[in-house]
């Protein structure tokens, strides 16, 4: 009996884990789909200067217009696509797609000379031999100077690989501007940042959060450092005034988060921050320009 028993619940978890695969690889078949039937889409988020709020550029933020789903957020199919190689096919849309919609708000005004565009880039395309070339082929499909782009990238995937220091170098030699995202909660210490080869150190939003004692000194800590080994500080998932009060007061250089403007395909900044901005007689509902 315990035998008949034991053979069940293997066949109980057989069968979830048969579930399981079949659906990512369901996911991934349909993700491929997406890429080729144009069900993809980006989502612009401002990046704000803490000082005065002034927009200095766009995060860009995979979704996933999936059929009878709805909206589908890059966290439930992002690990799905890094299983395989289709995550640096979907990184190259992005590269291409964002960087075309600056080109685009340049074009109309919307946006200056100055104003960057940041893509996520994922550890798998990080390394993958392409990522130079795709990297200047979207800047060059945009006719956009390679500062206009932020590459963000995750600590975890930077110290493991040798590609990805050579691919950082050869990326920041061409002028693109790198960025450490989620900085806070992996294994990164504030000693390793000098070796980084990194333009840009974000703050993930749980440190931004944190309220346990000497969270907002870890966090003054942690700007100081940066900007000793010359990197500028961005903090992300500011929702509050009195987080963007600390922030400033740590001596972060921008910042991003619902409390300036929640993604969307056509970004504005939220309202106290277009009313910083905006010149007299300005709509309030267009973009701010930066002078
Ligand atoms: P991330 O790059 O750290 O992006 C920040 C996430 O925080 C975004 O979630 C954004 O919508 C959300 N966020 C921004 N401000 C606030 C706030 O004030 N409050 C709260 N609660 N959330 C805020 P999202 O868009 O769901 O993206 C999740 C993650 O998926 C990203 O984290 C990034 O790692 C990854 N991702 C997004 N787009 C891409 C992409 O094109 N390629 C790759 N490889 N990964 C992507
Ligand atoms: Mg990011
Ligand atoms: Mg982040
Ligand atoms: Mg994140």
Known sequence: RAKASGRNRLEVFDDALRAELDEVARTEAALRRALRDDELLLHYQPVVRAADRRVVGYEALLRWDRPGHGLVAPDAFIPVAERSSLVCDLDRWVLRTATQQLARWRAEGRADARTTVAVNISGRHLVDPALVADVADALAAADLRPGALVLELTETVLVSHPLATTHLERLRALGVAVSIDDFGTGYTSISQLQDLHADTLKIDKSLVWSTSPGAAELVRLVVHAAHAFGLSVVAEGVEDEEQLR?????????????????????????????????GPGRPTTSLPRQA
Request: aromatic share 4%.
């Open 246 to 278: 600390q922030l400033r007061q740590a001596g972060c250089d921008e910042v991003q988060g619902y409390l300036l403007g929640r993604p969307g395909t056509d970004p504005r900044p939220a309202a106290s921050a277009a009313t910083a901005t905006a």
